[in-house]
């Protein structure tokens, strides 16, 4: 099963992971996806990997610019 990793528009949660069947619903339509996965325990490594490659370059004590990092230079 296709998991999808997503920002979704003015939301405080950094990312989230969606089952890809489930993408097409109202609920899940304004989510933009940064990257997919092909098993549960793919998408929580590719979190992991996101986040690591976040800090090593940025660093760990500001967050605030996870999310346009994510979906601008993620691309």
């Given at each position: 099963m296709?998991?999808c990793?997503?920002v979704?528009p003015?939301?405080?949660n950094?990312?989230?992971?969606?089952?890809?069947?489930?993408?097409?619903?109202d609920a899940?339509v304004?989510?933009e996806?940064?990257?997919?996965?092909?098993d549960?325990a793919e998408?929580?490594?590719?979190?992991?990997a996101?986040?690591?490659e976040?800090?090593?370059?940025y660093g760990?004590?500001d967050?605030?610019?996870?999310?346009a990092?994510l979906t601008?230079?993620?691309r």
């Open positions: 296709e998991y990793l997503c979704k003015n939301d405080k950094l990312l989230h992971i969606v089952r890809r069947r489930h993408m097409h619903l899940y304004p989510y996806v940064i990257a997919t996965a092909e549960e998408a929580f490594e590719a979190v992991a996101l986040l690591q976040f800090c090593d370059a760990t004590k967050f605030s610019g996870l999310k990092w601008e230079v993620r």
